[in-house]
């Protein structure tokens, strides 16, 4: 089993960047795959982004694309998500997932190992 870990939340500026990290414990880090997801108060968690196991696909939320991007370092059992352009919708708890299979799934359900998140905010 993949345990992922979230860090590098905090405050930035709308317009600035920001850099999450998710390390995930385990050998079996490099067969899985990882999504990151999003929740602020009152509203549903959201998919933003996920990376195949051996990080050559990638998917991205409307709402992000062209501003976040995704890469993942096996060697370090580490995913990170680059957040440029950030905008004050994009404030949440980040969280990420873990999930083995071969097609990249944006599905909350279909993830079952997740971390504590870290929350991002953006301010105007």
């Known amino acids: 089993q993949v345990h992922p870990v979230e860090s590098g939340g905090g405050l930035v500026q709308a317009g600035g960047s920001l850099r999450l990290s998710c390390a995930a414990s385990?050998?079996?880090?490099?067969?899985?795959?990882l999504g990151w997801f999003r929740q602020a108060p009152g509203k549903e968690r959201e998919f933003v982004a996920a990376i195949n196991a051996n990080g050559r696909n990638t998917v991205y939320a409307d709402s992000v694309k062209g501003r976040f991007t995704l890469s993942r370092n096996n060697a370090e059992n580490t995913v990170y998500l680059q957040m440029n352009s950030l905008k004050s919708e994009d404030t949440a708890v980040y969280y990420c997932?873990?999930?083995?299979?071969?097609?990249?799934?944006?599905?909350?359900?279909?993830?079952?190992?997740w971390g504590q998140g870290t929350q991002v905010t953006v301010s105007s």
């Open positions: 997932a873990a999930r083995f299979g071969y097609d990249l799934e944006t599905m909350v359900s279909r993830y079952g190992s």
């Open positions: 385990g050998r079996s880090f490099s067969t899985y795959m």
